[in-house]
């Protein structure tokens, strides 16, 4: 079981935990260049959220900028920004927001490795256009001497068991004993109602998406940052494998709890869904509410 480590409240190299409670531009401008190995956020969407103001897409696009050329300037050589984002929705249109900041990103000279597809099975149910279910991690390197390495976030092949049936290597396994690279469409669950994890934050990461970006792009003790850090999950993430790892949060509530998760992650007791277990079907758990009442009249409604 872990200890009480101390949080840092202004960044300082010498911190292995930072939460900095005001704007990330506050926190990013106290950081020294090229010292973060992977960066790893989801910014306000500029929906009129609690912690944002709507802004003209222009001027949010123009903030967002700004955020993200601070982040280049900290991020190693070597090192990874992965920016997960949805849509910006206007009476009714939707705006892939990765496509309207992939730009920026490539103007500040980031090359883009994957367009991960986070698929998800819970969020509004639309009734003009089909309900949206997935968003999208946009991963970018600083150069291509990025490090990356699948094997601690393999995942169980289909069929283990298959093996070549021809060539040199006829009849021996063909699948690597490590398991498969998981691709790049995640299905995780969303953090909603009853999700273990799920906290007053409206719109909180799963630990276990963002902590397939820290096993895999970060090796132990390099330095995480979050700049939209909410109620703290990348700092869980990356302290429940040995990383530091810094964040900042403009609303002092989510900051927090934030705290209180991280100091709990450290000690082992911070409730987290397990890693690759597979997502709940309510079919196989033999759930009543999976009879459609109208197809079988004669008897009560989602009673079997
Ligand atoms: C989409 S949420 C991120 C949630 C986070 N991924 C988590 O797992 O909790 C964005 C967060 O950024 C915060 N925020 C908005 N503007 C900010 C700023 N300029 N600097 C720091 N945090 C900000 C909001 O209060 C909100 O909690």
């Known amino acids: 079981m872990g200890t009480m480590k101390r949080?840092?409240?202004?960044?300082?190299?010498?911190?292995?935990?930072t939460v900095f409670e005001g704007s990330c531009l506050d926190l990013?401008?106290?950081?020294?260049?090229?010292s973060m190995q992977l960066i790893v956020t989801s910014p306000p969407y500029n929906l009129g959220k609690e912690y944002e103001k709507?802004?003209?897409?222009?001027?949010?696009?123009?903030q967002q900028r700004e955020v993200i050329r601070e982040c280049v300037r900290v991020l190693r050589p070597e090192g990874s920004l992965c920016w997960q984002v949805g849509n910006y929705v206007e009476k009714g249109a939707i705006i892939p927001l990765d496509t309207i900041l992939y730009p920026i990103f490539t103007d500040l000279g980031l090359k883009m490795?994957?367009?991960?597809?986070?698929?998800?099975?819970?969020?509004?149910?639309?009734?003009?256009?089909?309900?949206?279910?997935?968003?999208?991690?946009?991963?970018?390197?600083?150069?291509?001497?990025?490090?990356?390495?699948?094997?601690?976030?393999?995942?169980?092949?289909?069929?283990?068991?298959?093996?070549?049936f021809k060539g040199p290597k006829a009849g021996k396994f063909s699948c690597n004993p490590?398991?498969?690279?998981?691709?790049d469409v995640w299905a995780i669950p969303n953090v909603k109602s009853n999700h273990v994890e799920k906290t007053d934050h409206p719109c909180q990461f799963p630990v276990e998406l963002v902590e397939r970006l820290v096993l895999s792009m970060t090796r132990p003790g390099d330095s995480v940052l979050d700049p939209f850090?909410?109620?703290?999950?990348?700092?869980?993430?990356?302290?429940?494998?040995?990383?530091?790892?810094?964040?900042?949060?403009?609303?002092?509530?989510?900051?927090?709890?934030?705290?209180?998760?991280?100091?709990a992650a450290l000690r082992g007791m911070l409730p987290v869904?397990?890693?690759?277990?597979?997502?709940?079907?309510?079919?196989?758990?033999?759930?009543?509410?999976?009879?459609?009442p109208w197809l079988f009249p004669d008897r009560q409604a989602g009673i079997r």
């Open 113 to 164: 490795r994957n367009r991960i597809i986070w698929h998800f099975g819970h969020g509004l149910h639309c009734t003009n256009r089909f309900s949206g279910r997935y968003e999208t991690i946009a991963w970018f390197t600083k150069t291509d001497r990025y490090h990356f390495d699948v094997d601690p976030v393999r995942v169980p092949q289909k069929y283990p068991g298959k093996r070549h």
């Open 54 to 62: 709507r802004l003209h897409l222009d001027d949010y696009l123009a």
């Open 273 to 292: 869904r397990p890693r690759g277990k597979p997502v709940f079907d309510p079919q196989d758990a033999g759930r009543a509410l999976t009879t459609a």
């Open 229 to 263: 850090l909410g109620v703290g999950t990348t700092i869980v993430a990356a302290v429940r494998n040995g990383r530091h790892a810094h964040g900042a949060e403009i609303l002092p509530k989510y900051a927090d709890i934030a705290k209180d998760r991280i100091q």
């Open 28 to 34: 990013l401008a106290s950081m020294p260049d090229e």
């Open 7 to 17: 949080i840092g409240s202004t960044y300082s190299p010498a911190n292995e935990i």
């Open 178 to 183: 490590l398991g498969k690279n998981p691709g």
